[in-house]
T-cell receptor, first 113, second 115 residues
Framework: DAKTTQPTSMDCAEGRAANLPCNHS???????VYWYRQIHSQGPQYIIH???NNETNEMASLIITEDRKSSTLILPHATLRDTAVYYC??????????????FGKGTKLSVKP | ETGVTQSPTHLIKTRGQQVTLRCSSQ?????VSWYQQALGQGPQFIFQ???????GRGNFPPRFSGLQFPNYSSELNVNALELDDSALYLC??????????????FGPGTRLTVL
């Protein structure tokens, strides 16, 4: 699986958009970009994923560059409850033993009042 | 629909002992993955079970073993506990769709402390 690079930490004002970047310059054509987050003392929570098109769901938007070497997770109106560690993960489409998640250290997002 | 549950919530053991952690997968999910998360680190993949068979393993020694039962619940067993085994152990369930991607649903974890 390709590796990802994320900033260690970011701050965001409550109510503003939080834009979390991720570099994955060695991503392969069959690898998806997944985002998870982990609120303190809880298990990780799936947010969104994409292959090459931009995606949006009720939680967030995912913007993937045309060359697929980087992506940005957007939380449109951050709240204090969005304070968490955000993990960007690239992984192959389900393929038996390769279907596991490889977590880095993620980005610690702090939403401030 | 119930989510992923894990037991116990917390556990304290001493070096050399053995421990069994349990996980009930989300309803309908036939795949369970186990992760170890040391303090300040991201979760590290231990192994995955699909339909009662081990389906992939991370870089963990054989003293980490597992089982999956016909109802898709799972156990993680760790023998000869070491101090470095102190961590949050996370279970995640999923329903892989062949040829497609899937997301994993995590339980709250079991906090293991080895003294």
């Amino acid at each position: 699986d390709a590796k990802t690079t994320q900033p260690t930490s970011m701050d965001c004002a409550e109510g503003r958009a939080a834009n979390l970047p991720c570099n994955h310059s060695t991503i392969s054509g069959n690898e998806y970009v997944y985002w998870y987050r982990q609120i303190h003392s809880q298990g990780p929570q799936y947010i969104i994923h994409g292959l090459k098109n931009n995606e949006t769901n009720e939680m967030a938007s995912l913007i993937i560059t045309e060359d697929r070497k980087s992506s940005t997770l957007i939380l449109p109106h951050a709240t204090l409850r969005d304070t968490a560690v955000y993990y960007c993960i690239v992984r192959v489409r389900y393929g038996g033993s390769q279907g596991n998640l490889i977590f880095g250290k993620g980005t610690k997002l702090s939403v401030k009042p | 629909e119930t989510g992923v549950t894990q037991s116990p919530t917390h556990l304290i053991k001493t070096r050399g002992q053995q421990v069994t952690l349990r996980c009930s997968s989300q309803s309908g999910h036939n795949t369970v993955s186990w992760y170890q998360q040391a303090l300040g680190q991201g979760p590290q993949f231990i192994f995955q079970y699909y339909r009662e068979e081990e389906n992939g393993r991370g870089n963990f020694p054989p003293r980490f073993s597992g089982l999956q039962f016909p109802n898709y619940s799972s156990e993680l067993n760790v023998n000869a506990l070491e101090l470095d085994d102190s961590a949050l152990y996370l279970c995640a369930s999923s329903l892989p769709r062949l040829g497609n991607d899937n997301e994993q649903f995590f339980g709250p974890g079991t906090r293991l402390t080895v003294l």
